[in-house]
T-cell receptor, first 116, second 116 residues
Framework: AQKITQTQPGMFVQEKEAVTLDCTYD???????LFWYKQPSSGEMIFLIY??????QNATEGRYSLNFQKARKSANLVISASQLGDSAMYFC?????????????FGTGTRLQVFP | DVKVTQSSRYLVKRTGEKVFLECVQD?????MFWYRQDPGLGLRLIYF???????EKGDIPEGYSVSREKKERFSLILESASTNQTSMYLC???????????????FGDGTRLSIL
């Protein structure tokens, strides 16, 4: 069965510093996709970045990058130059399977707090 | 931009009531999903739908039903609300069934439901 594990319930980072949020996954499928979402206190889920299992390079989107280590089954989110507005819950999610069911499996999330 | 709109941000109901949560998306997406979010548990899939009048159970369908009479609208129904259904409910949509593993799901702002 597919599973996503986020072992950091909470993280603190100082403004302008970089921070890494951990995500490990478990799947036996060769084809899968990994997503990161941000959820501010207002509640909406914002899609940040995607990494495919066959992608040769790590995904990047502005200040977000994904440290994808396939052999270790990890897909850590790196936020560079943290801003106060980055304070939020962050969820790692996976999609895949032989029939590409469109469903996402989510981790339990990491609460990031950025301080001045 | 994709817009997913949930009818209420906050809702308070009483045990035994029949509760309707409405979700509308404006981008002609085929797939729609209902999740509930609880602290420490992440997002768990309740039901999803690939097309009008089609529905499939997710991981925690007990106590819930859904309706999809029009492509843009997906309703979650609590047949007889109970206190253990107090939670944050999130609706999402994605483009098409099997339409690419890199398709993100787009979320609404969520409904915080309290059952008294």
């Amino acid at each position: 069965a597919q599973k996503i594990t986020q072992t950091q319930p909470g993280m603190f980072v100082q403004e302008k510093e970089a921070v890494t949020l951990d995500c490990t996954y478990d799947t036996s499928d060769p084809s899968y996709g990994l997503f990161w979402y941000k959820q501010p206190s207002s509640g909406e889920m914002i899609f940040l970045i995607y990494q495919g299992s066959y992608d040769q390079q790590n995904a990047t989107e502005g200040r977000y990058s994904l440290n994808f280590q396939k052999a270790r089954k990890s897909a850590n989110l790196v936020i560079s130059a943290s801003q106060l507005g980055d304070s939020a819950m962050y969820f790692c999610a996976m999609r895949g399977g032989p029939y590409n069911t469109d469903k996402l499996i989510f981790g339990t999330g990491t609460r990031l707090q950025v301080f001045p | 931009d994709v817009k997913v709109t949930q009818s209420s941000r906050y809702l308070v109901k009483r045990t035994g009531e029949k509760v309707f949560l409405e979700c509308v998306q404006d981008m002609d997406h085929e797939n729609m999903f209902w999740y509930r979010q609880d602290p420490g548990l992440g997002l768990r899939l309740i039901y999803f739908s690939y097309d009008v009048k089609m529905k499939e159970k997710g991981d925690i369908p007990e106590g819930y039903s859904v309706s999809r009479e029009k492509k843009e609208r997906f309703s979650l129904i609590l047949e007889s609300a109970s206190t253990n259904q107090t939670s944050m409910y999130l609706c999402a949509s994605s483009l098409s069934r099997g339409g690419g593993i890199n398709q993100p799901q787009h979320f609404g702002d969520g409904t915080r439901l309290s059952i008294l």
